[in-house]
Nanobody, 124 residues
């Protein structure tokens, strides 16, 4: 079992940047694809980005492509989401998740483990 803990959220002005981190417990972090999802008030959880087990493959939602970058450091058991040029519509609780089976899934139901979430608020 993997425990995930997100950090790095906060309040930022539009156009600013934040870097989210997702620290994983255990020794099997490298066997999981890692995804980031977000959920705004009154909306369903939506896919943001995913990175493959090795880090060689990434995929982004169209809404964040070119602004967000997902990465991972398997030696540190940590995944990251660098968010630049933030917009008020990026405001949400951001969750990281781990997937044991698929390389780069965009479906939340495919993920096995979830963090507790970190709030990102972008003011206009």
């Amino acid at each position: 079992q993997v425990q995930l803990v997100e950090s790095g959220g906060g309040l930022v002005q539009a156009g600013g940047s934040l870097r989210l981190s997702c620290a994983a417990s255990g020794r099997t972090f490298f066997t999981y694809a890692m995804g980031w999802f977000r959920q705004a008030p009154g909306k369903e959880r939506e896919f943001v980005a995913v990175i493959s087990k090795s880090g060689a493959g990434t995929y982004y939602a169209d809404s964040v492509k070119g602004r967000f970058t997902i990465s991972r450091d398997n030696a540190k058991n940590t995944a990251y989401l660098q968010m630049n040029s933030l917009k008020p519509e990026d405001t949400a609780v951001y969750y990281c998740a781990a997937d044991r089976t698929l390389a780069t899934s965009i479906r939340a139901a495919e993920y096995d483990y979830w963090g507790q979430g970190t709030q990102v608020t972008v003011s206009s």
